[in-house]
């Protein structure tokens, strides 16, 4: 689908009547009628987009809707516990212990967990789930072969030395720190490797058969997954914290904001999880609904690709800063749920650059274009989600573009398309959206900054600067000298002038964080909507 509209507006989602088929029908899914006017007291039912998710595999998983599934079905080596987002615990493993030169982590593995499957957690099973992350060399595999592993030495890098035992061994200068805020994202996850190699097929490790179904040991089970229709999730009742109250949790897929508020005001579902700002708005009076307000760790930007001529000129870039009217999309279509951000750190973490030094000046913008040798027919398309906000912003941008003499076409594609087109480096420009692996600066330094390997044959689509095929010596070399810093006031300035520098000149252009409006009956309780995808959990919830 392609738009050539450059009309800034605010959103007003129509309730189409295929959105209203869908609500009915799932009234009638969770084993009532359209008239019902509340979901079973043990039974959580969210309404929420879903078409980013691609498959449910741990070891590739990359996409925000999936993380938040596997983050409630697996458990994972280090962690966050529900009551204490900001400290990073032992989650398969009961401690940890670090070299004195920072180059071993020994792990020990918790006693007394069960997978789903009924087989025992053993470090086995540890080792196997790290080992397989770098053997299927998914798009998220960079996040451990940071480590210095490959498919070479990871067999002797992560060793389960016993039964309690699993020793860790980096081989970069990564420090040990970040190695463990490392292992407790998505490709941390814990995969129970006699039930994955029993659907093992032509020595895939499981990866076929774990897109769509699930060997974890978290506190919920993959029953169901059907592809922009629903995922359904049951209580584990042996996980290590204890049974959740929810027996069930369904997410259904409801693209339309609209839809989602009429489904929660009428009782058929709990939760409405991507309202836009007139439609929580709309909901404020409502005893029986509550409002949540929720500091995300999501970044939007705009990325420009380097590999064109003109895309890639440090003066275009600079233009695009220069084109984007971030004070009037928050005080409009965007009001109450995204400030203005513009480094990729986001705001409230330690080491974010809080500097918003660009405002919309399209005089400035034209300026550094007609420095520019621009071809009289150059036309660029701006990629982005189908659905809010994205096409409002792109359609802002495409205004601001247009007013400087730059032609452009907006496509619009689901996550699915959108996500695996950015991989392969097949935009011009795009519109989307970033949050961390992991809660250390690094995570997010790694991707928008970093770029060893700037070859297409290098495939480090998991890698933002290689997407955009942007690389800069100084800025790598900066990149790694942060990570393997020990001094935590030497870090944090490092990763100060990297948000600066990338501000400066890069092809990315940070613009907004989100502030996620949750919308639930008021009797849901428990539920934690966490900063990032890794940190939503279900398993307090209750009604």
């Known amino acids: 689908m392609t738009t050539n509209s450059g009309i800034t507006r605010s959103w007003r989602s129509p309730v189409r009547r295929g959105a209203l088929a869908a609500g009915m029908a799932m009234a009638l899914a969770i084993g009532g009628n359209a008239a019902v006017a509340e979901t079973p007291k043990d039974m959580l039912v969210m309404a929420k987009n879903i078409n980013d998710i691609i498959n449910l595999d741990p070891a590739e ?50 006693p007394g967990q069960k997978f789903h499957s009924g087989n025992p957690v053993t470090t086995e099973d540890i080792a196997f789930s790290l080992q397989r992350v770098i053997k299927l060399n998914k798009t998220p595999s960079f996040i451990f072969t940071q480590f210095g592993w490959d498919a070479d030495n990871v067999d002797d890098s992560v060793q389960a030395v016993d039964d309690s035992t699993v020793k860790l061994s980096i081989l970069s200068d990564l420090s040990a720190s970040v190695a463990l805020s490392a292992l407790s994202s998505g490709v941390g996850s814990v995969v129970d490797k006699q039930l994955a190699m029993s659907h093992e097929e032509d020595g895939d490790l499981g990866h076929k058969w774990l897109q769509s179904n699930s060997a974890g040991s978290g506190p919920y089970i993959l029953k169901n997954w059907k592809s922009n229709e629903i995922v359904t999730m049951e209580a584990n009742p042996d996980f290590r914290g204890g049974a959740p109250t929810m027996k069930r949790v369904v997410m259904r897929h409801v693209p339309e904001a609209a839809a989602q508020r009429l489904l929660l005001e009428k009782g058929d579902v709990d939760m409405a999880r991507n309202l836009t700002p007139d439609q929580a708005a709309g909901l404020a009076g409502n005893a029986d609904i509550a409002v949540d307000s929720a500091g995300k760790s999501l970044v939007y930007y705009t990325a420009i690709n380097s590999e064109n001529d003109v895309l890639g000129n440090p003066k275009f870039q600079e233009a695009v800063r220069y084109l984007v009217d971030y004070e009037g999309m928050v005080g409009s279509f965007l009001k109450n749920q995204y400030k203005v951000h513009q480094s990729f750190w986001p705001s409230g ?74 991989r392969a480096r097949k935009h011009d420009l795009i519109v989307a959206y970033w949050g961390p692996d992991y809660l250390d600066p690094h995570s997010n330094a790694d991707s928008f900054a970093h770029n060893p390997d700037n070859r297409l044959e290098a495939q480090l689509g998991g890698k933002l600067a290689w997407r955009n095929a942007w690389s800069d010596d100084d800025i ?53 909507n966490g900063p990032s995808s890794d940190l939503v959990f279900y398993r307090n919830t209750t009604k």
């Open 61 to 110: 998983v990359f996409e925000f809707t999936g993380i938040e599934i596997i983050a409630n079905v697996y458990d994972r080596v280090m962690t966050f516990e529900p009551d204490n987002l900001t400290k990073l615990v032992g989650g398969a493993v009961e401690s940890y212990q670090i070299s004195e030169d920072g180059k071993t982590i020994t792990l020990q593995l918790r």
């Open 349 to 422: 973490f330690w080491a974010s650059l809080e500097d918003t030094p660009f405002a919309l000046d399209v005089d400035r913008a034209k300026s550094l274009l007609q420095e520019i040798d621009i071809p009289a027919d150059f036309t660029l398309n701006i990629d982005t989600l189908n659905e809010s906000p994205f096409q409002e912003i792109a359609q802002s941008i495409q205004q601001r573009l247009g007013e400087a003499g730059i032609k452009s076409e907006i496509v619009l594609s689901e996550g699915k398309t959108l996500w695996p087109k950015y």
């Open 476 to 528: 790598n070399a900066l990149t790694e000298k942060a990570a393997a810093a020990l001094d935590t006031a030497e870090r944090e300035q490092i990763y100060l002038d990297l948000q600066k520098r990338l501000q400066d000149s890069s092809p990315f252009v940070v613009m907004f964080q989100q502030n996620e409006q949750l919308a639930r009956r008021a009797n849901v309780q428990g539920f934690v």
